[in-house]
């Protein structure tokens, strides 16, 4: 694992030594750490178990308040795994050029960073349960490759107050044909001093042998520990890859709210409520495939973004109320 971490540092003290030989560049470190607790009912897996969910260590460079870049890893499983890895070339707030590893621009969900998440995970991750027989929104979308880290470039930026784009292409799932995933996304703030986000988003990816495009529309409401309600919502619908050659259609919804209320403490500065409810479909002409996850949870503030959280994940397929499984997920954050 050195071997892999040490370009990292190197770049990283080279970075600090250019900073303090000019004022226009920066140089910042940056890293977090989530332990988990989780419980699962699916027979053939321990009952509890301690995980260390994510390690990650990074550094954000700037240069003259115009050129920036992100060097980001996680070494959680004793290996590395490269997440953001890209320098961003600001020309103007409505023409910017992002070119490296980054997540594509599709899902609010997907795109809300890791350490700022309503509910501890993005979707339904239950230890044991069969990833061929579960339908849930998230799960639909990740499982089809058309989310997270891809290599490639976007441009972005945003026009005046209310309106944000960005346009991507991407190596996609098989790079050694080149670039042959592409990505849109546009979202519209339509109330000055409102935390209301309107989006929608397309996201076009190709696996060996074949090839599907998925859409997807998104409300957001509030922020990040922002008194009051936090509301992430999406809708989506496209084609399954996860088997392509049957050529199914999926679709799915996702609701996650949360009411934050500040705490005059000492060491703790706020207290959260939380609740999910996510649907999928794998096959659309197939009828009781679907599923349901349904979660309540709960967090408790320590220090900006450290904060220790409470998930009961329960996920309902359709076809069989005896297949329900679920998950207790108790974690602690530290991201700095």
């Known amino acids: 694992m050195l071997r892999h971490v040490a ?16 004022a226009e560049v920066s140089t910042k470190w940056i890293g977090g750490v989530q332990v988990q607790y989780n419980t699962t009912d699916v027979a053939g897996q321990p009952g509890a178990q301690f995980e260390l969910r994510r390690a990650r260590i990074g550094v954000e460079l700037g240069a003259q308040d115009w050129i920036t870049g992100k060097l980001d890893a996680d070494i959680a499983a004793g290996s ?16 910017q050029l992002r070119v490296g590893r980054f997540k594509r621009p599709f899902s609010a969900i997907a795109l809300t960073g ?6 501890i995970e993005r979707g339904v991750r239950i230890r044991g349960l069969p990833g061929d027989a579960v339908g849930e929104e998230y799960d639909l979308l990740n499982g089809s490759g058309y989310l997270g880290w891809d290599v490639g470039a976007a441009v972005h930026g945003s026009v005046g107050r209310t309106v944000r784009y960005s346009v991507g292409l991407f190596n996609g799932g098989d790079a050694s044909k ?6 849109a996304r546009l979202t519209w703030v339509p109330l000055a001093g409102r935390p209301l986000r309107l989006s929608a988003a397309a996201s076009r990816q190709h696996v060996p042998g074949a090839g599907g495009t998925a859409w997807e529309a998104d409300l957001e409401w509030g922020a990040f520990r922002r008194p009051g309600l936090r509301l992430v919502s999406e809708i989506m619908a496209g084609d399954n890859l996860a088997s392509p050659a049957e050529g199914k259609g999926m679709r799915g919804a996702q609701v996650q709210a949360a009411w934050y209320a500040p705490a005059r403490r000492s060491r ?15 096959d659309t002409d197939v009828h009781g495939d679907d599923g349901w996850l349904l979660t309540p949870g709960f967090a408790v ?4 973004r450290d904060r ?5 994940d329960v996920y309902v397929p359709s076809a069989s109320a005896s297949g329900r499984r679920s998950a207790l997920i108790v974690q602690l954050q530290l991201v700095h």
Do not use: C, H, I, T
């Not at 890791?114 to 509910?119: F, N, R």
């Open 114 to 119: 890791y350490s700022q998440l309503v509910m």
């Open 80 to 95: 590395v795994v490269l997440k953001d890895v890209w320098v961003n070339l600001g020309m103007a707030p409505a023409l």
């Open 178 to 183: 080149g670039p042959g995933a592409a990505a």
């Open 308 to 312: 220790m959280q409470v998930n009961w």
């Open 301 to 304: 503030y320590f220090f900006e």
């Open 7 to 22: 370009p990292m540092l190197v770049l990283a003290l080279w970075a600090g030594r250019v900073a303090a030989q000019s």
């Open 268 to 282: 703790v500065q706020g207290l959260e409520l939380a609740g999910r409810v996510s649907f999928g479909d794998p």
